[in-house]
């Protein structure tokens, strides 16, 4: 790729810092850097950053909104300088992603399939997409109707043949009818295709205190009982329309978020089984569609295309390709070696050197370094001890952005920036980040996690490295945000404030987002329910015979087996392989582990501590959960009685 550069300045030079809590300049300061002249295949993403000067642009900034630490946006420039210079001196591949716009029709088409609705695609009948189809909330199946009879409607175009009527999937609903809100129902029922099943409460909760308080830190507690996309009533998206409260808040005003501990306790992603996991994206997808929809916020997808990327060593190789590379030597690996190394490097010297990961270390030094890692790190040759801490942040730094795909990946990064440039309330825009990042696949995840828990230690050590939340999340967006091949401009500056903002989010916030939330939790139990209930209706009556007479050995769960709220405990690693239990409305995960540690004391402290359990729900209408320490069982018994219990090693 030919490369024009045009008299660009490397800034390098250190710029004092502004610890959180204190007063901003009320500036806007807009780059001075000419762009380098490339041309981007980035489109769909080039013109979310970069609008048409022809279209409405997404939002009309005042100058409250355009006030800005004007020292961190030089930070923010000086790095966006420093990634060009890196690109123009040939340090950093320049194989890049594109996108390519679909036609109309085939997105929602792709999206039903994602979602797990692949018969609406192929007008078969499924016992998945049937089981997906009866869970849903009335607002989330508008937002599958919607993209239904986009889909169906460009198909009868473009083919002249008939499709399934939407009317026949979803059935005819009364505009007009009032919403009635009614409780969950319970998981015997079949819960009804736009059926208004999710009772709405607590709406005062909703809005940004923040705004209410600015400069004050609030704390308040989150519930994710209710799915996002009801909560948002026509009282709230008033509010969000009129909200112009923009992402330049001070550190300290931001709010503390506590997550609201049900009986059924927190289940983090880890927690669930493969395939549960996969039904958790299917039910993301349709929610964050759902949300968008309903605040009017028009999200469209490009389809990716694959480019000939490195297929070996470290830098500019695919994340899931080198963790394949990875795992060959280490196989419990989840995140890449390398990138591992340059964290714990930068923990063991420099966490507490002033302006870590914004002071650059030498370019040629660097350069030099990448290429000694790449040919001697998998042999365990590579000199360690001469790696400076503020190179190994600029090989982190260098790593991240020249990952051939996103980390955010290349389909769900253009939602991530509208997250912070279309919606305006703090709790909505928390919300929308952590069904995205559930949506990530499982190595980009970890990855992401890896890197905010090293980035929390950075700004814990902000009195001494001088690297507040908002220093930190302005180095770090454009090595997140920025598409190989992308120039910056000053019509950029709009989004500056904005990736820097949901960088400053994930990094506060981070440890809500690798949970679940119950809600979800809940209609994945009734996926699960549904699709077991269709099997075996669909069964003939000689498979049904054939599988009782094999089932006629395992003994059933029944009044006169086991005793009402008597659960039998399972535990093969111990030298006590089962135990029965008791339950009453305190019995807790804990106490149950607690119970089987103390009945098993002769063995080897070394041997129990050796690996940390868990108590799992395994069956019924769950794949495999593993269980809060603080979740009450009788609850989760009530809800699941076909469950096992077993308890074995946690999952890392």
Known sequence: MEIEETGSVVLTGYHSYTPAGTSVIQQAVSPSHPPINRKSPCRRLNRMLSQDPNSPPVFTRSASQMSVDSTSMEDFWNEVQSIKESRVNGFEDQSIVEFKPAEDGELEAEWLQEVGLSALVSGTEEAVSNAVLTTLTR????AVEKRYNT?????????????????????????????NKVPISSLNETMMVGSPVWKTAGLENCVDECTKHEGKASLEELRFDIPFSELLTDRLKEQERRSSQRHRRHDAALPNFTIHKNRLGVTRIQDLSPQDRKSIKCLCLIEVAAVFDTLAI??????????KVRESGLFGVPLSLLLENDQRRQPEVKVPLVFQKLLSKIEETGLETEGILRVPGSASRVKTLRQELETNFYDGTFDWEQVRHNDAAGLLKMFVREMPYPLFTAEYL????TAAESIFQLKLQLQVLHLLILLLPDPNRDTLKVLLEFLRKVVANEEKNKMSLWNVAMIVAPNLFMC?????????MKVTAGAAHIVRLLIKYQDILWTIPSFLIAQVRKVNEAARKSRTLDKSMKKILQKMTADKGKPERTQSDIPQGVIRVYAPQHSKISMAIQLNIHTKAGDILARFDCENRQESPVDLRRHKNSLYEVGGNIGERCLDPDTYILDVYQINPQAEWVIKPTAT
């Open 414 to 417: 253009p939602l991530f920036i």
């Open 139 to 142: 607002t989330q199946a508008a």
């Open 298 to 307: 028009d999200i469209k997808r490009n389809r990716t295309i694959k480019v």
């Open 151 to 179: 889909f169906a409607q460009t198909l009868k175009k473009k083919n002249k043949q008939s499709v399934r009527d939407v009317r026949d999937v979803f059935g005819v609903r009364d505009s007009s009818r009032p919403f």
């Open 484 to 492: 190989k091949g992308k120039s910056v401009n000053q019509q950029e």
